[in-house]
């Protein structure tokens, strides 16, 4: 009994590792690879997951759909609305530069989550979308969870393959050239403009993919998820934490945030019964200390993001293996 | 250094692992609410009003054979991330047999959908008032002491009828509460007994002026205006802009709107026109015990939702009792403690309870915040009734169907 509870405890936090880990890796393609500051992550995740919602569950009469689709089409779903609503965003922001637009990307995933609460045709409003299909959902407690996290797992080295693909082809040496020094990129003839687009419409569609699969393992989406804390400014953390630049850091810092935020709380009730409320604030403290920390002594993070002086040191020792033969 | 750093993080994830050792005689009950976002400021009240339930009933002879009754705190953080996770913990870390909150809406039914349903744990919400969780899929187990927001709205809708009132204009705060409130006056009002609302808006929270909003809403002609917002908040606001520039004439508000902070601010005679509607238990004998009790232990009694925040622990520890302290019969024995038959069993009555059931004789709880009695779908009906401002402070016209 204790053993199972710690296995589904376990299986549990693996499920939101994955998910964030979603998340963080759409964020790295935006920061991490083209140098946008995106700091309205909750305004895609949202999107994802309320398209995702409405795409698979059953006909309602309150609001728009349900469609009753399978999941995997909610999914694919989710992803190109995240996509949509980021091409026009990405089209008039993206001419802003990191702070400002940070700003401008708070806002926009503000107005995103004030649509999905007042706009009642289109997602029930306050009231949230519940009796989302779970795949696997029906078996037992422990099995379930197990099935969501293969599911979710695959999902995730899936993206994390592409996106790693993406970061060793021309394609990420040149969008590392274009955050680096745009104007030279610009002399090379790149296409600064466009390219930054599309680095912003594919993490754009990864966060909503996250949102979806967030949906779906709640069984319901609420205007109550959308909080910037955890949807956004955590997911910041972990990439920061991470190393942002580098795919594994991404996942590494989703891993290890997460982990630290939820199993703080077992360890603050451990504190006398009348601290039990105040313990709780220690929490929120322990993540913003941990991020002066790594800003202070780590700022690449955890895993750095692997420069071409890697590459050049490694390629040296072949040289030199290959010279001995 | 990479080295070093890891090593760090691990050594630091396997000490707060380790932290963690579980006590085994104790019953658990976990006490998930909002203690940081939103709602922080209205949590620890309800904590502190759910762990007094604890307190009497470890001191009047505790759980079973005298085990102790323990409630473990969590944050749910009124958002469903951080609900499911203390909900995961609370079931599977510290192995409760039963769930009080968490606080939200969002959270309760994030939280059901992928912790507590499928572990068959009961959970019991002292202020999720969404009429979704009336609906959810689940096998009986998901409980709350406050009403539906459903269920006021359309008493409120039905009372208006009968006494009378003809166009109305409804104003609503765009958030579950003033969305669920109005929507299920709206259905009740204009669909089922075909009175006419001239205009339906939302409106945001903390603006300076609601003037444009005002004007917007007596645009139809309607002579009165419905308020579903909170009487020490953005209500107060409307009330008073409303007031000033005579926009209506009469004015009707939900129990949020039933707020001291109106009275005092406005002046009762001001107010001739304005009712509102209001749960009654107000004056019950369990209330009476229920303030002194938390009083003594340096509680706020009227602090919003410490009621039901008491009642759904002490019927969570009632239920427990009941099934004798296995999990698995906690949702039957939660329908048999509150069912409106069987001997009277008020706040903090610990110890008659215990010997009753022992004794195998029916109890019925009527608490703090109104004898809930719980129906098929775990809801309570609560009673409601209309209240207007007379001199000193609000009195009751009369009862709502």
Redesign the interface.
Known sequence: ??L???V??AL??AI?IAIYALLALGLNIQWGFAGLFNAGIAGFFAVGAYTSAVLSTPADDGRLGGFDLHFVIGWIGAMLAAALVAWPIGKICLRFRSDYLAIASIGVAEIIR?VI??E?VLTN????I??IP?PA?DI??TE?QIAYLVIVLAVLIVAYVLVERQFNAPWGRMMRAIRDNEHAAKAMGKDVEFRRLEAFIFGAALMGLGGAL?AH?????????I?P???TFLVWIMLILGGSGNNRGAILGAA?VW??W??????T??LPHEY??QA??I??FLIGLMLQLVLRF?PEG??PEPLRGDLRGSRRTTKSGADHT | ??TK??AL?AG??A???L??V?AQADVKIGLLGG???PIAAM??AM?DAAQLAVQQVNEQGGIGDGEKLVG????S??????G???A??A???E?VSGIVGPH????V??AA???TI???IVMITPSGT???IT???DKGTVFRTVPSDDYQGRALARTLKEQGYGKVAVAYL???Y???LANAFKAEYADALGGEITQFA?H?EGKASYRSNLAELAKGGADTLVIFDYGDGTGLTILRQALENGFFEKFVGGDGMKSDAVINELGAENLVSFVASSPVGEKSESLDMFNEAFKGVGGDPDAIFATTSYDAAFLMALALEKAGGKKEGVAAAMLEVSNGTGEAIRPGEWKKAKELIAAGTAIDYKGAAGDHNFDANGDVPGTYALWEVGSSGYEVIMEMK
């Open positions: 009994m204790e199972l509870g710690l589904n405890y549990f936090t939101f004030l609460k007042s009642e409003g306050a009231r949230g519940n009796g779970r959902g037992g407690y379930s967030f393992f709640n069984r319901s989406i609420t205007p109550e998820a909080d804390m955890v949807a290890v982990i630290i939820s199993v703080s709380e077992i360890a009730d451990r039990a409320i709780k604030y929490r929120l780590r955890l895993l | 250094m990479k750093i890891l993080a630091l994830m000490a707060t692992a932290a963690s579980p203690v940081s976002g949590a620890p904590v473990v705190l969590g944050d953080a009124c958002n469903p991330q951080n499911t996770d203390a995961t913990k079931v599977n870390i192995g939200c809406s969002g959270a039914l994030a959908g992928s912790v499928p572990a068959g969404s009429p979704e609906g959810l899929d765009n958030n579950d003033g969305t669920g939302a945001e």
